[in-house]
């Protein structure tokens, strides 16, 4: 189907988004306790992406998407190179635009998806929103996987990051490459009219969107700290911790695959009820064990309690959404985002006052407040009979 490689792309994106994480102790920041200075990279992060994603809107007028889509990959290869001297001894500042820049990379990738895939979602909005989340969360393991090899030796600065990050730039440029050949469907997607309009200024509509925002604000507290977090609780060595925040992201796109097949054949309560278990124990397990196999036992779980809060979700509102309208969609996944940027921002400046077991105790706390939004979906779903 025409623009149906497009979301492939999604790969580029989870690996710009994931970087910031596995970032943090390569530059030493599990020995340098400036975590609230940390934080501002994820700010960084999020100003980048949110301002190329609305700069991407406007562009398409003029351009074709893929234009955008090859710009975002070239940039994407550009970050990676930078990244491999912004290494200790390199500067805050340095650091910091090469995180901006990430984001600007990553806003270009997913304005270009969101303005081209419309003809796809509206054939398959279910396969799509799948589809598009596990591209996403295999780019975030790669990203982890490959940061995880970065470190040559615990001392600060000696790592094999440069070499990495230089040859990982070439992977970019390849999609790029690949991207050229895709061919873009010129025909407009099926206007959007003014019920479905009206649709998406709904309460249930509103709701959804406060529930993605505090489920991203969730996954990306860990996504953002763990690594830190755990070289801090358990002594853990940063490769080793790195390598387990591969593992979240591993549990949070398989669980996420799996809790799709399980809403064909489970009760949807009984669903959520697992899924509010293993998150809440996942977070009790990381805040309170004192050994590695506690806290992977956590990791797991709150990765597999996270994973089925999006689908339950989507699968009460998505017949709310009648028609692809690529502003509002964008616009969706940029608030969504902007719950785990602010997530990670704050949590930064809060650990440093309050210390790092304040990162999984707010991810807990989140995850009673989007268990408590999805069950106000489901009663509003009930009431008003659809």
């Not at 779980?301 to 017949?319: D, H, K, Q, Y």
Request: proline share 4%; net charge positive.
């Amino acid at each position: 189907m025409a623009n149906a490689g497009v979301l492939r792309a999604f790969l580029i994106s989870g690996f710009l988004l994931a970087l910031p994480g596995g970032l943090l102790p390569l530059w030493g920041y599990h020995v340098n306790t400036e975590f609230g200075i940390a934080g501002n990279y994820f700010l960084a992060l999020g100003a980048g992406m949110a301002g190329t994603m609305a700069l991407s809107r406007a562009l398409t007028r003029r351009c074709c998407p893929g234009l955008l889509l090859m710009l975002g990959c070239l940039s994407a290869s550009a970050v990676l190179l930078m990244m491999a001297f912004a290494g200790p001894p390199a500067r805050f500042w340095y650091q910091m635009l090469c995180v901006f820049v990430t984001g600007a990379a990553a806003g270009l990738v997913n304005g270009a998806i969101f303005e081209s895939v419309g003809p796809v979602w509206e054939a398959d909005p279910a396969g799509v929103t799948l589809r598009g989340g596990i591209y996403f969360g295999v780019g975030s393991v790669a990203a982890s996987l490959l940061l995880s090899q970065s470190f040559g030796s615990p001392t600060i600065g000696d790592t094999n990051a440069s070499r990495i990050l230089a040859i990982s730039a070439l992977f970019p440029l390849l999609a790029a490459a690949a991207f050229r050949r895709l061919q873009f469907s010129t025909t407009a997607p099926p206007s959007v009219d003014g019920s479905a309009s009206r649709d998406r200024q709904t309460v249930m509509a509103i709701l959804f969107g406060f529930l993605l925002f505090f489920q991203f604000a969730n996954e990306w507290s860990i996504a953002a700290w763990l690594p830190i977090y755990l070289i801090d609780r358990l002594g853990m060595s940063p490769s080793g911790a790195v390598l387990l925040l591969s593992t979240f992201w591993i549990a949070l796109t398989a669980g996420r695959i799996g809790t799709v097949a399980l809403l064909k054949v489970m009760p949807h309560g009984r669903l959520l009820a697992i899924s509010i278990f293993c998150a809440l124990f996942g977070g009790t397990a990381l805040t309170a064990s004192d050994t590695r196999g506690g806290v992977v036992v956590g990791v797991l779980l709150m990765g597999a309690g996270f994973s089925a809060i999006v689908p339950l979700a989507s699968e009460r509102v998505a017949p709310r959404f009648s028609g692809y309208d690529s502003g509002y969609f964008s616009g969706l996944f940029a608030f969504a985002m902007s719950g785990g940027i602010f997530a990670a921002f704050v949590l930064g400046h809060l650990a440093g006052w309050l210390g790092l077991r304040v990162i999984p105790l707010a991810a807990m706390l989140g995850s009673c407040a989007v268990i408590g939004l999805l069950l106000v979906i489901r009663l509003g779903r009930k009431v008003s009979g659809n």
